[in-house]
């Protein structure tokens, strides 16, 4: 066999990259079969990844225990493709190195080795930062049934018993998680839920309905307990202003974690208001919101009309422009924060259209690529703003059910004005608005409250619309 320094370099460089590559160069066929094992059980499980959904890919993404075994595998690999490199090079290296260029050649041969480690390496910090973020941001209850907020009879203690089992893989029932965004804000008191949103999702078909519930809706109801008893005619402020009251009180859910409390209180409260049972919540801080949007590399959004900028929220970058849109724009967090907020010139209802449409762009901007390339910067992001009651252990499950949903078919129920008055809600009629919404999937949308449209004097007016798809990526919002 050859020997020489350069050729032991390029023959530890290809088994630093393929274990096994340079013993097969070598020809020392039976080191070259020992490393083509590992190197082959490892371009299976590639191959399988290039082929796999991304609803596979997402449920390993998300699954703490399958990210521990990838983690220590990852470095195992990291291992075996260090010891083929400097396998491959002390096998070629030759017998008697001028004295000169013996410490360059120990500097090369440690920089093959070291290098050769670097993929595994990469991949098993991978693994460990995921499960971090998971159970920084999932603090639901490890191997502990998730508390799922029941809705009881209006204005009674009798709970709503029909199909509101907790959810488990394989149920039929309906999956329902509140994302719920806010922000303190100069001169607020507390984080204030501005965005409250129910996603219904059937596990079956991948059905997916968005129910918005305003900000500026007055009477909450209370869920059973003593928040109800403090509130028997409901809350006695704006719907937003519920997550801050409790988590100012935290007495008043029993204590313990003042923020966890006032989220799993909204939770009951959207619950006894919609009449269906809410198994989790996701919380975002919308300062950190924007921080997401920059690592995720913008958000491209098809603005149908101009709209008035709020000035700049909080966790701006930069200064907002007056206007956003019309036409398509690519946002970066900053401005997609104040396409959020902003309700100047319209209403709190179209922001709440502009809200939903955003969270479907987000939702189908990031490729796995993107994912891959933006990642470190993605979950740190994540890990600051996102808080949820979801036990880690529940994520895959979420995962698969995920990859049924079709974002451009999820349909949206809207709250508001004139279907429902938002200064004295009907609780009945709006419950029985989710449930004929619900039951609606594969048949003709049901009637129900549209966002207020704006008129030349600057007022609102409002019809009765059918729900419609989610809008998308280049879909008018």
Not at 106 to 133: H, I, K, N, Y
Request: with cysteine.
């Amino acid at each position: 066999m050859r020997r020489s320094t350069s050729f032991a370099l390029v023959c530890g460089v290809l088994s630093a990259l393929v274990p096994g590559l340079g013993q097969a160069v070598q020809r020392r066929w039976s080191a070259a079969a020992l490393f083509a094992v590992p190197t082959g059980l490892a371009g299976l499980f590639f191959l399988w990844a290039f082929n796999a959904s991304q609803g596979e890919l997402l449920t390993w993404a998300v699954d703490t225990d399958r990210l521990q075994r990838v983690f220590w595998l990852a470095f195992v690999w990291a291992g075996v493709c260090a010891v083929a490199a400097a396998d491959a090079v002390i096998a070629a290296w030759p017998r008697r190195v001028p004295h000169g260029a013996r410490l360059g050649g120990a500097v090369a041969f440690l920089t093959v080795v070291l290098v050769a480690t670097l993929p595994g390496v990469a991949a098993g910090w991978a693994a460990w930062r995921q499960e971090s973020a998971i159970e920084t941001v999932f603090t639901g209850p490890v191997g502990a049934e998730p508390e799922v907020a029941v809705p009881t009879e209006h204005d009674s203690e009798t709970p709503i018993t029909a199909g509101l089992e907790p959810w488990k893989p394989g149920d039929s029932a309906r999956w329902n998680v509140a994302l719920l965004g806010g922000d303190a804000g100069p001169g607020r008191p507390g984080l204030r839920t501005d965005t409250m949103i129910v996603v219904s999702m059937d596990p079956d078909s991948g059905d997916t309905v968005m129910i918005s519930v305003p900000r500026n809706l007055e009477r909450l109801p209370m869920p059973a307990g003593p928040l109800r008893k403090k509130f028997p005619n409901g809350f006695d402020d704006l719907a937003n202003a519920f997550y801050p009251y409790v988590a100012a009180n935290p007495k008043l859910v029993g204590g313990g974690d003042a923020e966890r409390g006032a989220a799993s209180a909204l939770k009951g409260a959207l619950a006894q208001l919609l009449g269906i049972p809410i198994h989790h919540y996701v919380l975002v801080d919308m300062s950190g919101f924007v921080d997401i949007i920059d690592a995720m590399g913008g958000v491209v959004v098809n603005v149908p009309v101009q709209v008035p900028s709020p000035g700049n929220p909080p966790g701006a970058k930069h200064r907002v422009p007056p206007t956003i849109g019309p036409g398509v724009v690519k946002m970066d967090g900053t401005i997609a924060l104040a396409y959020a907020r902003s309700r100047t010139g319209d209403s709190d209802y179209n922001r709440m259209q502009r809200q939903r449409c955003l969270l479907a762009a987000a939702a189908k901007s990031l490729s796995p690529a993107d994912l891959l390339r933006r990642y470190a910067s993605l979950v740190g992001a994540v890990e600051d703003a996102v808080s949820s009651d979801l036990p880690p252990e529940r994520l895959s499950d979420l995962a698969k059910l995920f990859g049924k949903v079709d974002i451009d078919g999820a349909r949206t129920l809207a709250l508001t004005p004139p279907t429902i008055k938002v200064e004295r809600p009907d609780v009945q009629k709006i419950r029985d608005l989710v449930r004929l919404t619900l039951a609606a999937a594969g048949t003709a949308p049901p009637v129900t409250a549209a966002p207020a449209a704006p008129t030349k004097g600057g007022k609102t007016t409002s019809t009765a619309v059918g729900t419609s798809g989610a809008s998308t990526v280049g879909a008018s919002c």
